[in-house]
Every structure is written in structure tokens, then in C-alpha cells.
């Protein structure tokens, strides 16, 4: 079974750009977290997506993060315009129901110039 | 104060020694609660869940004491290839429901020779 895969593996952009992340659950996995590591804090949720719906989003930081997930399949973050403050690990995971464990992708690391 | 609190790191022991990580967490609500080991610039990984009555898995013991709002992860026999940071993750946040993880900042194992 192949797990979670995000691209890109790295992004380097400069600020002011736009940034689009990808993430492709493990199949039929109707549960889809985004997660974000800033360096030198903790792993920080962002939202949460059953199937196509947005479950929850309070941990999105702002309107320049937009989450989509059409048709409930694979998920794409996009961050517009990208600030300094945007840089660092995007963690996608997804779990088979709400109360089943969360696997994780590898991530992506952003950085922002 | 943070959601979750862990030890500060690293940790340096000698390959075959016990090593015990603490954790506690500050909303009561929580549900559930669990032990993720991420490897340098990889993705976290599911080590254990954590339940009251305990749990053991080969060389690692879990526990949680609610009424305290503590959890522990206890590491027998350590191994070269224990070396990574321990999350102490809980399930629920602040607002006390959903499936988001609420993770701590993690504590470096080193295990050495």
C-alpha cells in the first residue's frame, strides 16, 4: 500500500509568490490533515478535510492559505502571496476514519526569500 | 503556556540503557494520546498509542495518568537505532474535540556506544 507522498520535496521561492503544495492520501483514506513546522516549534495542525469538505480550519494562520480538495481525493495548500514567516515543514496526513491513526507524508519544505 | 509540554533534550544515553521521556498535557478534554518518533528531516511516525491501564510494545512502555494530565514513554534496553525525537501528541486542542493532533516540541534521543 502506498502511503502518503507530497510534492514538491522542496520548495524555494522568493517572497511574494505564489506556492502550491500537493498531497495524495493513502487510498481511500476519506480523512486529510495539512500540518506545518516552523523552525524551532512544535508540528502545528492547519485543517482537516473529510472527503471533500472542510472539517476544520482553525489552525489555518490567515487568508493567504487556501486549502482545496476537489472531488475528496488529493489535496493541494496554496499560499499567496508567500511571506518569510511561511518557511518551513508542510506535513500532510490522512487516516482511514476520524478516530483511526494519521500517517504521515514526508513533507515539504518551503522556503521563502 | 503550551498545549503540550515535553522534557527539553537531547537525551544522551549508552546503548543498552533505560531512558524515560515525560509529557503533560493541559486540556482535560483530550481523548487520546499517543507517542510519534520522527527521524531527522523525515516524516513523524506512529511509535504507540497511550491508555490509561498502560501498554507495552517490545521495548517501549507507555502510560497516561488522566487525573495528573501526564504521560510517559519508557525505553528498555536502547538500541543504536532508537536515536530520533519523540513527540508527545494528543488528540483535541484547546477547544477540546476533533481529530486534529496537538503535538509537543519533542525530545532528541541519542543513543551511543
Known amino acids: 500500500e502506498a502511503g502518503v507522498t507530497q510534492f514538491p520535496s522542496h520548495s524555494v521561492i522568493e517572497k511574494g509568490q505564489t506556492v502550491t503544495l500537493r498531497c495524495d492520501p493513502i487510498s481511500g483514506h476519506d480523512n486529510l490533515y495539512w500540518y506545518r513546522r516552523v523552525m524551532g516549534k512544535e508540528i502545528k495542525f492547519l485543517l ?4 471533500e469538505s472542510k472539517q476544520d480550519e482553525s489552525g489555518m494562520p490567515n487568508n ?3 486549502a482545496e480538495r476537489t472531488g475528496g481525493t488529493y489535496s493541494t495548500l496554496k499560499v499567496q502571496p508567500a511571506e518569510l514567516e511561511d518557511s518551513g515543514v508542510y506535513f500532510c496526513a490522512s487516516s482511514s476514519q476520524g478516530g483511526q491513526p494519521q500517517h504521515f507524508g514526508d513533507g515539504t519544505r518551503l522556503s521563502i526569500l | 503556556r503550551k498545549e503540550v509540554e515535553q522534557d527539553p533534550g537531547p537525551f544522551n544515553v549508552p546503548e543498552g540503557a533505560t531512558v524515560a521521556f ?3 498535557y493541559s486540556n482535560s478534554a483530550s481523548q487520546s494520546f499517543f507517542w510519534y518518533r520522527q527521524d531527522c528531516r523525515k516524516e513523524p511516525k506512529l511509535l504507540m ?3 490509561s491501564s498502560g501498554n507495552e510494545d517490545g521495548r517501549f512502555t507507555a502510560q497516561l495518568n488522566r487525573a495528573s494530565q501526564y504521560i510517559s514513554l519508557l525505553i528498555r534496553d536502547s538500541k543504536l537505532s532508537d536515536s530520533a525525537t519523540y513527540l508527545c501528541v494528543v488528540k483535541g486542542g484547546i477547544t477540546g474535540g476533533g481529530n486534529k493532533l496537538t503535538f509537543g516540541t519533542g525530545t532528541q ?5
Not at chain 1, 482537516?48 to 472527503?51: D, E, G, I, L
Not at chain 2, 534521543?109 to 556506544?113: C, F, N, P
Open chain 1, 48 to 51: 482537516h478535510f473529510v472527503k
Open chain 1, 64 to 66: 493567504r492559505f487556501l
Open chain 2, 22 to 24: 515525560n509529557c503533560t
Open chain 2, 109 to 113: 534521543l541519542k543513543v551511543e556506544l
Open chain 2, 49 to 51: 498509542s497511550v491508555y
